[in-house]
Nanobody, 123 residues
Framework: QVQLVESGGGLVQAGGSLRLSCAASGRSYSSYTMGWFRQAPGKEREFVAAITWSDRTYYSDSVKGRFTISRDNAKNTVYLQMNSLKPEDTAVYYC?????????????????WGQGTQVTVSS
């Protein structure tokens, strides 16, 4: 069983930055693919970024070049550095973990989810 706890959300002006953190419990954390998803009101939950056990990173087109995902296995924590934020980045951001050998940009198949943290970007 893995528990994920996000932190770092808040209100920021357009063009600003935030760093989200996701603290994970569980012995096998370092072998999981970790990801960030987001869900805006009235919209589907969408993929934002992922990092594999070997530190390969993947991003959605909408955040590529602005967001950076990283992990610190010693601290069992994954981060999402968000720069040049836009009002359309406003959403609840969720941390997710996938313990399988493959992963998907779809929300389906991810094994564990955090409770989410609100990010609001004002114009």
């Amino acid at each position: 069983q893995v528990q994920l706890v996000e932190s770092g959300g808040g209100l920021v002006q357009a063009g600003g930055s935030l760093r989200l953190s996701c603290a994970a419990s569980g012995r096998s954390y370092s072998s999981y693919t970790m990801g960030w998803f987001r869900q805006a009101p009235g919209k589907e939950r969408e993929f934002v970024a992922a990092i594999t056990w070997s530190d390969r990173t993947y991003y959605s087109d909408s955040v590529k070049g602005r967001f950076t995902i990283s992990r610190d296995n010693a601290k069992n924590t994954v981060y999402l550095q968000m720069n040049s934020l836009k009002p359309e980045d406003t959403a609840v951001y969720y941390c997710a973990a996938d313990q399988g050998s493959t992963w998907s940009r779809s929300r389906l198949g991810w094994d564990y989810w955090g409770q989410g943290t609100q990010v609001t970007v004002s114009s």
